[in-house]
């Protein structure tokens, strides 16, 4: 069977409630995911969270640092926002800076690519932020587009629990599936794509 790769990837934390439980979930299912932080969600508490992550092998990327929409800011308050996130995240992990930043609300210019030196993520997901889509209603969404190559989208906001019941599913499906879950840079490696610029994916083969 031809090998097949998936990427978990986690937004909007990191938070002392519902990291822990992703994390969590990953280990029993002995898979790695990638956590995409927002820069004011980093205190003391929950960056000791976010290492944890980090240590068990998950890849740590930026997803801004106040979460607004960066097509209404100035290249220098993107340039600040990304900044203030990288540092913040090279000291949960050591000085390994992130490569992948996820614009929040996937809102997107042109010249975001010239200010933030990241490859852009997206990726596919289950409208995970709204509490009326129900954890089989997630997992039935995720399983049914996965794909080789894939970026799955979800949540790790505080009380997101039904993402966490979720991936309870859907792991040990698309491993039935036969699909390997890596990190977002194993991914392009494991597809063998060298990430280009101007350019955000939501499947590393075909974007
Ligand atoms: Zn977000």
Redesign the pocket.
């Known amino acids: 069977m031809e090998n097949k790769y998936i990427a978990l990837t986690f ?2 934390g990191p938070n002392t409630v519902t990291t822990p439980q992703v994390l969590e979930m990953l280990k029993k299912h002995n898979v790695t995911g990638s956590f ?1 932080l ?1 820069g004011d969600n980093i205190n003391e508490e929950s960056a000791r969270t976010a290492r944890e992550c980090f240590e068990y092998g998950c890849e740590i990327c930026n ?1 801004s640092r106040t ?1 607004s929409a960066m097509p209404q800011q100035t290249s220098e308050e993107i340039k600040a926002e990304i900044e203030y996130t990288n540092n913040k995240i090279k000291q949960i992990t050591g000085g390994v800076a992130p490569k992948f930043f ?1 614009p ?2 996937i809102a997107l210019c042109d010249s975001m690519y010239d200010d933030i030196p990241l490859t852009f993520i997206c990726g596919n997901g289950a409208e995970d932020w709204l509490d009326e889509i129900s954890a089989e209603e997630r997992s039935k969404r995720i399983i049914k587009q996965a794909q080789n190559g894939m970026i799955i989208l979800l ?1 790790d906001m505080e009380g997101n629990f039904r993402t966490v019941q979720a991936l309870d599913t859907i792991i040990p499906e698309l491993k039935r599936q036969g699909y390997t879950f890596v990190t977002v840079s194993d991914l392009f490696a494991k597809c063998n794509v060298t990430p280009r610029k101007r350019v955000i994916y939501s499947n590393v083969l075909t974007d």
């Open positions: 937004d909007d995409f927002v997803h979460h996820r929040p609300y949540h």
